[in-house]
């Protein structure tokens, strides 16, 4: 985290929704408001906090005073939210009280700004959406972190940030009590998931439980941390034209990603040599893409984040018996179109590709993308595919109905014990050796037993 001290949060709407609708992605002001609040909210105090729009052409004013968050109006010539936040940014560098200033956006005029600021001892941090977050603003920020993975991550902790304090006394499920004696589930108020968390859950819910409730923060990885940038890398090459996507360009997009990531430092603790190796290992998969993929495909969509709301299909009910009125989240790595109109779900994985039969059996992650893809895009899907980056393969899936309201049965499980369940308990496994909690685990030393696989020849728990 950046400081300790106040903090002044400057959002320039426009340029983050437009951002976003670039990416054919609509996300309410209200989710923008709350997700930067808690997030701004991490680097101290707020003592200013302002989000710029002509908000005659954009909604969202009531959410972000409902957050606490003022809505000004910054007029309707061009740039004319550019120079009120960079007018505000100055005045908030003349309060003592604040150290940390946010600049929620991607435009490079605020570069000057951000340096400014910065020469004056406090800390800058830049917030952009990616496609559109200027190089040069990014170089001069002491942090930076791209919206759509604030908006990820803050849906994996359930809208809270790392390290976010304490939690409200509804939640304190394990200790508490309900009205009448019964002991409360600490995931009972929950309606929105991750696949990723049920996946947790689903492989700990001891792990889900400090993850997700408690919001115990964890060091960052490496394994987290070069599988993300592989896959922003690909994002990027096929955002491309066909005739741009190069393997220098590839190769670019990772090292840019990683020079820019300033967990890294965290990740390898200033280990250059095992910094090297794994961005060799991390180059050498984008090879094994580059020369085994297709690079003609022409995506229908890229980085695909998505929110569906479970609702009943006529009579038949929810799909896989899903309690209606929850909500799904995940990120799709890309969609591409098929000669007969249907959909093909693509997704990356840079560890070892299981046999087809064990994804459909037991993970969710098929049946839950394949049923949000349908769901939001109103468009049949024909295929999911994992693309294997450890040796170039592809492997295709094509589940029955059977299969997939088998598998959403399971989700319907899982959110029952999330539900349910007052004590998450510890659940032994061979992904412990990864887990961030171990030293805290009550089964620590049945956890120890598992070892790590050498590194590169094992799936990544990611
Ligand atoms: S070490 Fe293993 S059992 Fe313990 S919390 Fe982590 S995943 Fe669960």
Request: hydrophobic content about 35%; aromatic content about 8%.
């Amino acid at each position: 985290m950046a400081g300790t001290g106040g903090c002044a949060l400057f959002i320039d709407h426009e340029n983050v929704t437009v951002s976003l609708r670039d990416q054919r992605r609509e996300v309410a002001p209200a989710r923008l408001a709350s997700v930067f609040k808690v997030w701004a909210e991490t680097h101290g105090r707020l003592i200013m906090a302002e989000s710029f729009a002509n908000w005659t052409r954009f909604t969202g004013q009531a959410d972000y005073d409902r957050f606490g968050i003022t809505p000004v109006f910054a007029g309707e010539a061009k740039n004319a939210a550019d120079i009120r936040m960079a007018t505000r940014a100055y005045e908030a560098n003349e309060n003592p009280a604040v150290k940390t200033i946010i600049l929620v956006t991607g435009d490079r005029d605020l570069k000057a700004v951000a340096q400014k600021i910065r020469q004056t001892g406090r800390v800058v941090v830049v917030w952009a959406v990616s496609s559109t977050a200027a190089g040069q603003l990014k170089g001069v920020a002491d942090e930076f972190e791209t919206v759509e993975d604030l908006l990820l991550d803050a849906d994996r902790k359930g809208g809270r940030p790392p390290g976010g304090g304490p939690r409200p006394a509804a939640e304190e499920g394990v200790a508490a009590t309900g009205g009448h004696g019964t002991a409360k589930a600490p995931g009972q108020d929950k309606r929105r998931f991750s696949v990723s968390e049920l996946k947790a859950y689903e492989q700990c819910p001891r792990r889900w439980y400090l993850q997700y409730i408690r919001n115990v923060r964890t060091p960052p990885t490496h394994e987290g941390f070069v599988g993300q940038h592989i896959h922003h890398a690909l994002r990027d090459l096929m955002l491309k034209p066909p005739e741009e996507r190069t393997l220098e360009f590839l190769c670019e997009r990772l090292r840019t990603h990683w020079r820019d990531d300033r967990r890294g430092r965290e990740c390898f603790q200033k280990d250059r040599e095992f910094e090297r190796k794994c961005g060799e290992r991390a180059i050498g998969l984008l090879e094994n893409f580059y020369l085994g993929a297709d690079l003609k495909a022409q995506p229908k969509q890229v980085e695909l984040f998505l929110d569906w709301t479970v609702a009943p299909r006529g009579s038949s009910g929810t799909p896989g018996g899903l309690p209606a009125g929850v909500t799904l989240t995940g990120k799709i790595d890309r969609i591409d179109g098929a000669p007969d109109g249907r959909l093909i779900i693509i997704d990356y994985k840079t560890g070892r590709l299981q046999p087809s039969d064990e994804y459909l059996r037991q993970d969710i992650q098929v049946a839950v993308y394949w049923t949000m893809v349908e769901e939001t895009q109103k468009t049949p899907v024909g295929a999911f595919k994992f693309l294997g980056l450890a040796e170039y393969r592809e492997l295709e899936m094509r589940p029955s109905p059977d299969d997939l309201g088998a598998a959403l049965g399971r989700v319907t499980q899982i959110i029952g014990r999330i539900h349910t369940d007052p004590d998450p308990q510890p659940k032994v496994g061979p992904l412990c050796p990864w887990c961030g909690h171990l030293d805290g685990c009550p089964d620590k030393d049945k956890a120890s037993s598992f070892k790590k696989a050498p590194e590169g020849s094992d799936d990544l728990p990611f």
